[in-house]
C-alpha cells in the first residue's frame, strides 16, 4: 500500500456513516482505534461505562474488519499503550507514514483541543471533520443564537421540525396543530404503575474480557460492574429500539414525568447509551418513532415527546455546548461552594427518593431524566453545591454521558450557573413536586408534608433556603420572582424557622472524600 490516508475512531464515533469514513476506499485507509487509560480516568468513569465503550469498540473494530477494512486496534493492555489518544496517533503515524489524518471532530472540548495540535505535531495534513450525525451544524445553532438572549430550546426544536419536516403537515404545520403535547405529559405514577421491562443483552466472549479488563484495572471506580446489559452492537441497539416502539412508547408521553421506587425505567427508551456512542441514528430513531404514529399504534403526545427530546434538547444542548465552551465549565452564576455530600458517592442517607436514585445509578450506570433532573439535580441545585463537583459526578457515573450532553444539563438545566442562557429559571422544588410525581415520601423517614425541624422533609426548607439566598439574583425573574411575596408574608419568626432548619441539616452534611471522581 502507497501512504494510506489514518483515520482514528474514537469510542463514541462507532457509525458507518462517520463523516471521516465518506468517500475513502478500504485500500487507501487505514483505520486506528485506540484503548487508551486516559479516557477512562480523566474522570473516575462508572466501570459499566468503560465496559460499554471497550466492548462497542471491539465489537465495531471486528465488524469493519469484516467488511474488509484494515483496522489497526490497540488494546488496553498493549504494553507500549502510552494511554492517550496524542500518543497513540504519534505512535500510528510512526507505524503507517500516512499521507494524511481525516477524523470527525470531537464530542468533547478537551479532546478537539488536543486534535488541533496535531496539525503542527505531525509531518502530515490532518483534516478535522464536522460530525454529520447530529441534524444541526454548528453554523445552524450559531445562526439560531445569533441576537437572542435566551436561548430557548422550544424555537431551536421548531426550526429542526421544519428542517426534518418529522411530524409536520403538507401545509407547513404541525401535526395535530401544535408544536407541543407536554400539558398531555405530566401524569402522576398511578398506585402500582408497572412497565414492561427493557431488553438486557447478556455479555458475550467479547465483553466478557473487557468486563475482566475492567475490573482488575478500574476496580476502585464507582458503581457495580455487573450485571452488564447495555447493547454493545448495532444489532443490539436496533433490538432495544424495536421493543421500546413495540411495548413502551405508547405511554412514554404521559409518564416521562413520573418516578416510582425500584421502578428504574419506566416508560424511557434506554436508548441514550446507543445514540451517544454511535450505534444508533438520531434521525432514524425519530423517523421510525413517527411511523408508530402514523400507523395508529403510538398517540401524538407520546410520539413528539420522544422527538422532542432528540431532535429538540438532544441536538440543542449539544449546539448549546460548543457555543459556551470553554467558559461553561466554570460557570458558577449562584455563587454555589459548597462540596458534594459523600452520599452521592455511596448511597447512604435517609432520604428515599434520593437513595433510590443512587442506587439505580449505581447498579445500572443510569437514571431516568426526571431523578437526574428533580431529585438529584433539584438537591444540588438549593443545596448550593458547586457546579464542578456536580458535573464530575454527573459525567462519572452515567453510562451515557460524554461532555457535550452532561454539562449544558448540569450547568443549565439543572444549575442555574450559566445565569440562564440556558433555562429561563431554576428548577427550584420542595418535597410537594416529588411526592406528587412519584411514591418515594410515604415510606420516607422524613415527613413530606412537615415544613421545618428535624423530620421536615429536608427538600422543603433548602428550597426557602435557596430562593431567600438568591434573592438578589431571582427577584427579578417573572417566572420565579412572585414567590417572594409568599416569602414576605410568612414573617419573619416563620422565616428564621425555615431558615434554621435547612442550615442545621446543611451543616450535617458529610462532604465526600477526595478521589471518587478524579485520581488523587
Ligand atoms: P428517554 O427519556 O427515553 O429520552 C429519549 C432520548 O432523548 C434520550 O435517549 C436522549 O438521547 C434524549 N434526551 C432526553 N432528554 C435530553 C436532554 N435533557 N438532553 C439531551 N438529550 C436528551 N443525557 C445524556 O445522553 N447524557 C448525559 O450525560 C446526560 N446528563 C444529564 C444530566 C442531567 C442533570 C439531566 C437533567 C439530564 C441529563 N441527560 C443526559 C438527559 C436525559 O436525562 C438522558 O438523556 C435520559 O435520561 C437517557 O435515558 P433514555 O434514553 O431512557 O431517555
Ligand atoms: C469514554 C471512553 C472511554 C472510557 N474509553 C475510550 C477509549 O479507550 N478509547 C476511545 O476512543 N474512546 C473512549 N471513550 C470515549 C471518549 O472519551 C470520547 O470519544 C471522547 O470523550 C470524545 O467525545
Ligand atoms: Fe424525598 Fe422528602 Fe419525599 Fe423523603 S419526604 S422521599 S426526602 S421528597
Redesign the pocket.
Known sequence: MTSPVLVPILGDQLSRNLSSLAGLSRKDAVILMMEVGDEATYVKHHKQKIVLVLSAMRHFAEALRSEGWRVDYVPLDDSDNTGSFTGEVARAVERHGPSEIRVTESGEWRVHEAMLEWEGRFACPVRILPDTRFIASHADFRRFAEGRKHLTMEHFYREMRRKTGLLMRPDGKPEGGAWNYDAENRAPPKAGLRAPLAPKFAPDVITQEVIALVGQRFGDHFGDLEPFGWPVTRAEALEAAEA?FARRLAL?GPY?DAMVAGQD?LY??????S??IGLLD?LELCRRAEAEYRAGRAPLNSVEG?IR??IG??EY?RGFYWHQMPGLAKANELAAHRPLPEFFWTGATDMRCLADCIRTTREDA????IQ??MV??NFCLIAGIDPQAVADW??AV?A???EW??L???AG??LYADGGRLATKPYAASGNYINKMSDYCGRCRYKVSQKTGPNACPFNPLYWHFMARNRSRLEGNHRIGRIYATWDRMGAARQREYLDSAEKFLDSLEPAREGWARNE
Not at 424511557?268 to 447509551?273: A, D, F, I, N
Not at 443510569?366 to 431524566?369: E, F, K, L, R
Open positions: 421500546f412514554f416521562q425505567d424511557h427508551s434506554l436508548l441514550s447509551t445514540l451517544n438520531p420522544f427530546q432528540i434538547w438532544r444542548v443510569h437514571a431516568h431524566h437526574r433532573l438529584l439535580g454527573y459525567l452515567y451515557d454521558a460524554f450532553v452532561e449544558p444539563n448540569v438545566m439543572v
